[in-house]
């Protein structure tokens, strides 16, 4: 990966392109660190353990498709805003009715306030009425299953969410059926944005440590790689205890596989890596 975007830049500069000459120390979180400056834990052929700026453990992966579903993404701008016209129509009707326009404005802008909230609301509402967002994604892949006989798929529960595998061949992340599969299962916006700007697929491998009680962040902050060695007792300390916590959760769980049950020879080694590490087989380990 960094042998081919330095000959992106190179071709870049030689076409007459402004290019800093320093990357930015840019952390994963937003998906725009570039290249991914975290701590090399260990290397699987391929694959690469890394602990990213909050302390978790995560599996970077060039060619094994991995994708993340959260239940509760926030609503796009569109339902915010029809949230907003029901409610400024609401708050309008009322000023009128009672001849203030002060009290009109007012509630106007307890609209503007209230837009997101509602637009949340009634998004689970109705995602309740589908049979619940469990529910809902599953539909969602399998129809996208559905035309796609030669697909398979590993689904893995996670505490927000699902964890997507296909198994069947390796993808490289700028592949059009990457995009079309992302699209279709609703993959997580940052996370697709991070598997275009990196080249490579993630996994978190370990509990976040919000999740499992840990009462501060990983020091120091923002947790961008490399650290300077008068910080590194500061932390490794925190590193212990994180991963003392860390040891009794499991990142996700395994459910089931869909699709035509084909496993890539090219893929078998990633998958046991991924399931060994994350704990995904250990029902007796909560998922973090």
């Given at each position: 990966m960094a042998e081919r975007r330095a000959e992106e830049a190179l071709a870049r500069l030689i076409a007459g392109e402004n290019l800093p000459r320093h990357e930015p120390k840019v952390p994963y979180n937003g998906a725009e660190g570039v290249p991914i400056r975290e701590e090399v834990l260990a290397r699987h052929g391929e694959e690469v353990i890394t602990r990213n700026a909050y302390?978790?453990?995560?599996?970077?992966?060039?060619?094994?498709?991995?994708?993340?579903?959260?239940?509760?993404?926030?609503?796009?701008?569109?339902p915010v805003l029809a949230?907003?016209?029901?409610?400024?129509?609401?708050?309008?009707?009322?000023g009128l009715r009672q001849g203030s326009v002060l009290l009109g404005l007012l509630l106007l802008a307890v609209s503007a306030v209230l837009s997101a909230p509602?637009?949340?609301?009634?998004?689970?509402?109705?995602?309740?009425?589908?049979?619940?967002?469990?529910?809902?994604a599953r539909r969602r892949l399998a129809t996208f299953?559905?035309?796609?006989?030669?697909?398979?798929?590993?689904?893995?529960?996670?505490?927000?969410?699902?964890r997507l595998l296909a198994t069947h061949r390796p993808f490289s992340p700028s592949e059009a059926d990457v995009t079309e599969f992302f699209r279709a299962v609703e993959t997580d916006p940052v996370y697709v944005r991070m598997c275009l700007?990196?080249?490579?697929?993630?996994?978190r491998?370990?509990?976040k440590p919000?999740?499992?009680?840990?009462?501060?962040?990983?020091?120091?902050?923002?947790?961008?790689?490399?650290?300077?060695?008068?910080?590194?007792?500061?932390?490794?300390?925190?590193?212990?205890?994180?991963?003392a916590r860390a040891a009794k959760f499991a990142?996700?769980?395994?459910?089931?596989?869909?699709?035509?049950?084909?496993?890539?020879?090219?893929?078998?080694?990633?998958?046991?890596?991924?399931?060994?590490?994350?704990?995904?087989?250990?029902?007796?380990?909560?998922?973090?």
């Open positions: 302390g978790a453990r995560c599996l970077n992966s060039p060619n094994a498709l991995f994708a993340d579903v959260d239940f509760e993404s926030r609503p796009g701008m569109q949230a907003f016209g029901v409610l400024a129509l609401a708050a309008a009707l009322i509602v637009a949340t609301l009634m998004r689970r509402i109705g995602t309740r009425a589908r049979g619940g967002a469990d529910m809902r299953l559905a035309s796609r006989p030669e697909w398979n798929v590993r689904i893995y529960r996670t505490p927000a969410g699902l700007n990196q080249h490579c697929f993630r996994a491998l370990s509990a919000w999740r499992i009680g840990l009462p501060s962040h990983l020091r120091p902050r923002p947790g961008v790689w490399p650290v300077a060695s008068e910080h590194m007792t500061r932390r490794n300390a925190w590193i212990a205890e994180y991963e990142a996700c769980r395994y459910v089931e596989s869909l699709g035509s049950g084909t496993v890539d020879r090219r893929l078998k080694a990633v998958i046991d890596l991924h399931d060994r590490e994350s704990r995904a087989n250990d029902a007796g380990s909560p998922i973090a």
